[in-house]
């Protein structure tokens, strides 16, 4: 059973459109976090989430607007789309307990903007 | 600033032998660390971690090396497999930083030789 999971796994779009990339996780974690992944392969947190919370934005432009319905979902719509927003966003998920820091990432969703 | 960075991009061993990927931090204050191994489009996969009152942590033939005096991290492969091909990530942390914040290296390309 898939861990973390993300949907969709490639998304293709022009500039100016808005879209969502959801995110699951079953491990019942109750931190995640969405990062983004340049074409360097340099990992950046965007947002971290405890409990449906807010917890971590990483001065993220505001079009990028995370929503987190419950602790298993952390969803990210990005709006009015440019093309620097091309990149891989990579969901993860936590448990953050004093003996458990690790995170869990998903397979990730590839942006492209056109 | 804070960074995390590795001295070696790129490093290709033969099959059998073992690897040493290096990762340098400049945040004394950081007092966890974490190594990922990424294959081609997948997500990040937790390897291993070590807390900074360790020096040292064994896994399933790797090991995790500490130097907090030189701020020095270091990941050992044994007998490196085809399969350990990949990119290497190490990350930090401050074990009670909100939200679990992980700062991420540049990332070392490991290229096993059959």
């Known amino acids: 059973d898939t861990a973390v999971s993300q949907t969709p796994k490639y998304l293709v779009t022009q500039m100016g459109n808005d879209k969502s990339i959801k995110c699951e996780q079953n491990?019942?974690?109750?931190?995640m976090y969405w990062y983004k992944q340049d074409s360097k392969k340099f990992l950046k947190i965007m947002f971290s989430?405890?409990?449906?919370?807010?917890?971590i934005n990483e001065t993220v432009p505001n079009r990028f607007s995370p929503k987190s319905p419950d602790k298993a979902h952390l969803n990210l719509h990005i709006n009015s789309l440019e093309l620097g927003d091309s990149a891989v966003y990579f969901c993860?998920?936590?448990?953050?307990?004093?003996?458990?820091?690790?995170?869990?990432f998903g397979p990730g969703t590839r942006l492209t903007v056109t | 600033g804070e960074s995390v960075g590795l001295h070696l991009p790129t490093l290709s061993v033969q099959e059998g032998d073992n690897s040493i990927i290096n990762c340098a931090y400049s945040?004394?204050?950081?007092?966890?660390f974490i190594w990922y191994k990424q294959e081609s489009g997948k997500g990040p996969q937790f390897i291993i971690d070590?807390?900074?009152?360790?020096d040292k942590r064994q896994g399933q033939r790797v090991t995790v090396l500490l130097n907090k005096t030189v701020k020095h991290l270091s990941l050992q492969i044994a007998a490196t497999q085809p399969g350990d091909s990949a990119v290497y990530f190490c990350?930090?942390?401050?074990?009670?930083?909100?939200?679990?914040?992980?700062?991420f290296g540049q990332g070392t390309e490991l290229s096993v030789k059959p």
């Open positions: 989430y405890n409990n449906k919370e807010l917890i």
């Open positions: 990350a930090e942390s401050t074990i009670y930083n909100q939200g679990g914040k992980l700062i």
């Open positions: 945040n004394s204050a950081s007092d966890y």
């Open positions: 070590i807390r900074s009152n360790m």
């Open positions: 491990l019942g974690h109750d931190t």
């Open positions: 993860a998920s936590s448990p953050q307990t004093p003996g458990r820091l690790e995170q869990y």
